[in-house]
């Protein structure tokens, strides 16, 4: 089993999670960036199980594939890239609109 990620860190960490084998992934002590919940701003543990949140909570005992660790970690819904440029239409042998797509989920964003 694997996990590869990508942690970028300035003021607050950002932790991007590309899935590969793992069934569960714990998230542990990290901070909620999301106005539309309601543990906005709160730190909490959130466990991953086949690439879903199943839980949140203050803390996680059980048993878990991974466990993703680090003080300061701030995690948030998808992100929106709304500058993107495509070739698409006229250009479609430099890109498409699926290998955009692509990319974006890959770099964290959603499509």
């Not at 909570?57 to 003080?71: L, M, N, R, S, Y």
Request: proline share 4%; charged share 25%; with cysteine.
């Amino acid at each position: 089993m694997g996990c590869k990620y990508t942690l970028k860190s300035k003021k607050t960490s950002y932790l991007y999670i590309k899935f590969i084998d793992l069934m569960s992934i714990l998230l542990r002590q990290v901070k909620i960036a999301d106005p539309a919940s309601p543990f906005h701003n709160k730190v909490k543990d959130i466990l991953i199980k086949d690439q879903q949140i199943v839980s949140i909570t203050d803390h996680f005992d059980g048993k878990t594939d991974f466990v993703f660790e680090k003080a300061g970690t701030t995690v948030s819904p998808g992100w929106v890239d709304i500058f993107t440029v495509g070739t698409d239409p006229g250009y479609e042998f430099k890109d498409d609109l699926k290998s955009l797509a692509d990319a974006a989920s890959f770099g964290g964003f959603t499509h």
